[in-house]
C-alpha cells in the first residue's frame, strides 16, 4: 500500500510540474508576443479558470436549480459575490483610480435592447446548458460540445454586431449610475440592501419548500456549499485586481464578436465591418485591427479555458467528453447563437452586464438579472410542461 501511495504522490507531483511548466511558457510567449501587461491578464484569467472550474462555481446551473428546484445555494453564492465586490470595487470607482491608474466601471442604458437582449441571453444559456464563463471553463475541463457553444456563441455575436444599430435606435434611457446619485456609501448599501433582500428571499423559499436550507458556511455546509463560499470570495478578489490591473471590471462576451470577425477575414469573407456601427466605435475598430493577443478580452478568456485545463489535469478531473447527439447539437447550437446575439444588444453576459454590471454602481446591471431570470425561467417551464405531457 505504501508503495502505490507514493507513486501517486509521484504521478501527482509530475503533473503540477507538467502544468506549471506548460503555464510558465504560455505565460513567457504572451509576454513576447504582446507585452508584460497581455501577460499579466493570461494569467488572471488562467487564476479564474482555476476558481471557476474547482468550485464549480455556474450562472446557469445555478439559476436552473433556482427555478426548477427552488434550490438557492449557488444563488445565494452569486449574491455573496456581489456583496463581496461592491465592497472592494465601488470606493475604488467612486475614486476614479486605483494603484496608481485610472478606473472606470460599466454603466449602460436602460432600454428594449437590454431587456430583449438579456432576456435572450437567459433562454440561450439553458438551451446550451452554459452561460460564456461557464462555456470556456467546462471546455477546458474536456467537455467538447462546450467548443460548439463557443463557436456558435461567437456566430450569434458577430450577427448581433450587425443589427447593432438598429438596436441602438430604439427605446433608450440614460443610463441610471449609483455613485453619481448617493454616492460611494449609497451606492455600496444599495447595492448591499438588493442582494441581501434577494438572498434572503430565495432562502425561505427553499425553506418553505424543503424545511431546510443548503448552507454556505458552518458545521451543516456540504464540500459544494464551503466551494462555491470560496469561489464567491475568490472571484469578487479578482474581479478586483482586475479592476486595478486592466482599468476595468471582468467581462467575457467583449471577446466573442472579435472571435468572430477575425475567423471571417481568415476565411475570405467580406462583410464590410468598417461600415457597421459597432466595428467604428473606437475600441471595437482598434481590437479589430490589432491581432488577438493584443485583445484583453480574447486573452483573458483563454486563460480562463487554460486555468481549467490545467486544475482538471492537476486534481485528474480532466476527461474527454465528446459524446453528443445529433439533436443536443441543434439545441446548444441555438442557445450559442442566442447567447452571442443577447450578450451584443444586452451590453454582455452574466459577469459583463450583470455582475460587473452591478459592482460597478449601473442599474443595467439589476435589470439585466431580472430580463435573464425571466428567459430562464421560460425554458424551465416549457421544459417542465413537455415532461409532464
Not at 445565494?76 to 486605483?98: D, K, T, Y
Not at 482599468?247 to 468572430?260: C, E, H, I, K, T
Not at 485545463?309 to 492537476?314: E, K, Q
Not at 442566442?338 to 450583470?354: E, R, S, T, W
Request: net charge positive; aromatic share 14%; proline share 2%.
Amino acid at each position: 500500500m505504501l508503495s502505490i501511495s507514493n507513486n501517486q504522490v509521484q504521478m501527482s507531483f509530475v503533473r503540477l510540474l507538467a502544468v506549471c511548466g506548460v503555464t510558465c511558457l504560455s505565460i513567457g510567449f504572451v509576454f513576447e508576443q504582446a507585452g508584460q501587461k497581455q501577460a499579466g491578464v493570461l494569467l488572471l484569467g488562467i487564476l479564474l479558470g482555476i476558481v471557476l472550474f474547482y468550485t464549480t462555481f455556474s450562472f446557469s446551473n445555478g439559476w436552473r436549480r433556482l427555478v426548477a428546484e427552488k434550490k438557492s445555494l449557488w444563488f445565494r453564492a452569486q449574491m455573496l459575490m456581489i456583496i463581496v465586490a461592491s465592497l472592494l470595487m465601488l470606493p475604488a470607482l467612486g475614486e476614479g483610480s486605483l494603484w496608481g491608474g485610472s478606473v472606470r466601471g460599466y454603466i449602460r442604458p436602460l432600454g428594449l435592447s437590454l431587456v430583449v437582449g438579456a432576456f435572450i441571453f437567459g433562454v440561450g444559456m439553458q438551451l446550451a446548458g452554459s452561460c460564456a464563463s461557464g462555456a470556456l471553463y467546462n471546455a477546458g475541463g474536456g467537455r467538447l460540445k462546450m467548443f460548439i457553444v463557443i463557436i456558435m456563441f461567437a456566430v450569434g455575436a458577430l450577427v448581433g454586431t450587425a443589427h447593432y444599430e438598429w438596436w441602438m435606435e430604439q427605446i433608450n434611457f440614460e443610463p441610471v449610475n449609483f455613485l453619481t446619485l448617493y454616492g460611494v456609501w449609497g451606492a455600496v448599501i444599495l447595492n448591499l440592501v438588493i442582494a441581501g433582500f434577494l438572498y434572503y428571499i430565495f432562502r425561505l423559499i427553499e425553506m418553505r419548500k424543503y424545511d431546510r436550507v443548503e448552507a454556505l458556511w458552518g458545521k451543516q455546509a456540504s464540500s459544494t456549499g464551503r466551494l462555491l463560499l470560496g469561489g464567491a470570495l475568490a472571484l469578487a478578489v479578482l474581479n478586483f485586481i482586475t479592476l486595478g490591473y486592466i482599468g476595468r471590471p471582468w467581462s467575457v462576451a467583449n471577446a466573442f464578436p472579435l472571435w468572430g470577425a477575425k475567423t471571417t477575414a481568415f476565411l475570405g469573407l467580406e462583410l464590410d465591418l468598417d461600415f457597421w456601427a459597432y466595428w467604428i466605435e473606437p475600441a471595437a475598430e482598434q481590437s479589430l485591427s490589432g491581432g488577438l493577443l493584443d485583445h484583453v478580452g480574447s486573452v483573458m478568456n483563454l486563460g480562463v479555458i487554460g486555468g481549467a485545463l490545467a486544475i482538471s489535469a492537476v486534481t485528474v478531473q480532466f476527461k474527454v467528453n465528446y459524446k453528443v447527439g445529433f439533436s443536443e447539437i441543434l439545441t446548444i447550437s441555438a442557445g450559442g447563437l442566442m447567447l452571442g446575439y443577447g450578450a451584443i444588444i444586452g451590453f454582455g453576459c452574466n459577469v459583463g452586464a450583470f455582475f460587473s454590471g452591478v459592482v460597478s454602481g449601473s442599474l443595467h446591471g439589476w435589470v439585466w438579472f431580472l430580463a435573464a431570470l425571466l428567459g430562464t425561467t421560460v425554458v424551465v417551464m416549457f421544459k417542465k410542461a413537455l415532461d409532464s405531457a
